[in-house]
T-cell receptor
Framework: DAGVTQSPTHLIKTRGQHVTLRCSPI?????VSWYQQVLGQGPQFIFQ???????GRGNFPDRFSARQFPNYSSELNVNALLLGDSALYLC????????????FGQGTRLTVV | KQEVTQIPAALSVPEGENLVLNCSFT??????LQWFRQDPGKGLTSLLL???SQREQTSGRLNASLDKSSGRSTLYIAASQPGDSATYLC???????????WGAGTKLIIKP
């Protein structure tokens, strides 16, 4: 079975632009979470979706938004990009919410110039 | 507010040594704790998951323990190999919500 897949793996954007990151969870997993990891730090929670509903939101500005589709894949959108948005964006997949083990994709490296 | 700390931030040991990585957390009310490995510029690989009711979990040369009362977990790596070089992160899932809360990681270098 395929693991968590994220696309694209790398991208470069200019300040003020918009970006969409995509994640496909492990087959059978209904929960997707998004994290931002700045170099040298642990990941920071952005969003969690379960059964297409938002179940949690971290301390990120409204420029960040996400959604989950009927096939449980997910998109993370970031508007009006800032230099500080440069980071590794990680998607995690789990069967349910709460205590289920989280499995991560390889991440999307976003560079804002 | 739950906080997770990993000390040391970096560790370098000769190949073949047994070693212990530490993770401490401030609130003992957790669902579980998970250890991950991250290679440079890559995503996260789950190593071990310990539920709040468990004391330890083992996978191959890895053993993770959990002491909720003291707010500590350790990851024991036996007979270390150069391929074990990576950053190791621990994350706790709080009892009251769904997000993982992370330490900053310990960068491990195993010298041949």
């Amino acid at each position: 079975d395929a693991g968590v897949t994220q696309s694209p793996t790398h991208l470069i954007k200019t300040r003020g632009q918009h970006v969409t990151l995509r994640c496909s969870p492990i087959s059978g997993h209904k929960s997707v979470s998004w994290y931002q990891q700045v170099l040298g730090q642990g990941p920071q929670f952005i969003f969690q979706y379960y059964e297409k509903e938002e179940r949690g939101r971290g301390n990120f500005p409204d420029r960040f938004s996400a959604r989950q589709f009927p096939n449980y894949s997910s998109e993370l959108n970031v508007n009006a990009l800032l230099l500080g948005d440069s980071a590794l964006y990680l998607c995690a997949s789990s069967q349910t919410t709460g205590g289920a083990e989280a499995f991560f994709g390889q991440g999307t490296r976003l560079t804002v110039v | 507010k739950q906080e997770v700390t990993q000390i040391p931030a970096a560790l370098s040991v000769p190949e073949g040594e047994n070693l212990v990585l530490n993770c401490s957390f401030t609130d003992s009310a957790i669902y579980n704790l998970q250890w991950f490995r991250q290679d440079p510029g890559k995503g996260l690989t789950s190593l071990l998951l310990i539920q709040s009711s468990q004391r330890e979990q083992t996978s191959g040369r890895l053993n993770a323990s959990l002491d909720k009362s003291s707010g500590r977990s350790t990851l024991y790596i036996a007979a270390s190999q150069p391929g074990d070089s990576a950053t190791y992160l621990c994350a706790v899932r709080p009892g009251s919500n769904y997000q993982l809360i992370w330490g900053a990681g310990t960068k491990l270098i195993i010298k041949p």
